[in-house]
């Protein structure tokens, strides 16, 4: 059984740094592209950041600079550091496991975790 599962958000004041954390377990994690999305409310959801399965790394416009995805594949564990957050961070975000194989499209969402950035 697939399970991707987030840790680590909350309330965070503006400035502040925050770090989110994402288990999957029942898959190949090293094999799998890890990404962070979020939704905000009213919005679409959007993608944050991904690794590949090689390492490499991509963000979204709006967090470069002050966001950093990472992986831990011993661990099973994909890490979202935020820094300099700003209200407009605010969102659920989302832990997201996807793979083509064999011609088979995979993809595994968390539940998603709440980050609120207020005073």
């Known amino acids: 059984q697939v399970q991707v599962v987030e840790f680590g958000g909350g309330l965070v004041q503006p400035g502040g740094s925050l770090r989110l954390s994402c288990v999957a377990s029942?898959?190949?994690?090293?094999?799998?592209?890890m990404a962070w999305y979020r939704q905000a409310p009213g919005k679409q959801r959007e993608l944050v950041a991904i690794?590949?399965?090689?390492?490499?790394?991509n963000y979204a416009d709006s967090v470069k600079g002050r966001f950093t995805i990472s992986r831990d594949n011993a661990k099973n564990t994909v890490y979202l550091q935020g820094n300099s957050l700003n209200p407009e961070d605010t969102a659920v975000y989302y832990c997201?496991?996807?793979?083509?194989?064999?011609?088979?499209?995979?993809?595994?969402w968390g539940q998603g975790t709440q980050v609120t950035v207020s005073s």
């Open positions: 029942g898959i190949s994690f090293s094999s799998y592209a």
């Open positions: 997201n496991a996807d793979r083509w194989f064999l011609g088979q499209h995979y993809m595994n």
């Open positions: 690794i590949t399965s090689a390492g490499s790394t």
